[in-house]
């Protein structure tokens, strides 16, 4: 099996690059389909969700808007139970039909705080698409997610725009900590 070292940690491969390419295709022709003769805005989470967000709007074939919200919530391989905004929402969302572009969901914790913002600017709908979802770590029920990639265990990932201590997002796969107890 393919393992790697980031920093102090062993991974093993869990999502190959090709993997990940067919079903971010696949979501890209569903967004196709549920937008059609509309104009959306796809706001990205930064930083994790850069690779995926460029790779699903290369899919994207409809009128589309593009920006980015950057909030932080993490310390190493826990969530830190806070959120803080680091770069703020648009704030020309009202009417608008809204897809907020995540690397992972799995508290819901930071998700949530981005929902709640962005609900406050009544848009004409939001939906979530996230490349990673772990029910397990699940702590917030989210109803605008939508659209989901891959459903993982609650294990710590990295790679594809998600790091570890800032390291590793530059891998072309998704890969999971080897022998550690179930995180993000």
Known sequence: ???IQVADKEF???????????RTRL???????DYENRCPIFIGVLNGSFL??????????????VDFIKVASYKGTESSGSVQ??????????????ILVEDIVDTGLTLKHILEKVHLQKPASIRVCSLLFKPAALLEPI?????????????FVVGYGLDYNGLGRNLNDVYRAVGSAPMR
Not at 27 to 33: A, D, E, R, S, T
């Open 1 to 3: 099996m393919n393992k």
């Open 12 to 22: 093993e491969i869990l999502l190959e690059k090709d993997i990940i390419n067919k």
């Open 27 to 33: 979501m890209g022709i569903q967004l196709n389909v």
């Open 52 to 65: 995926f967000m460029a790779d699903l709007l290369k899919e994207i074939t409809v009128a589309c808007e």
């Open 85 to 98: 905004d680091l770069l703020g929402l648009p704030n020309n969302l009202h009417n608008r039909d809204v």
């Open 143 to 155: 109803s605008e997610l939508e659209y989901v990639g891959f459903e993982i265990p609650n294990e």
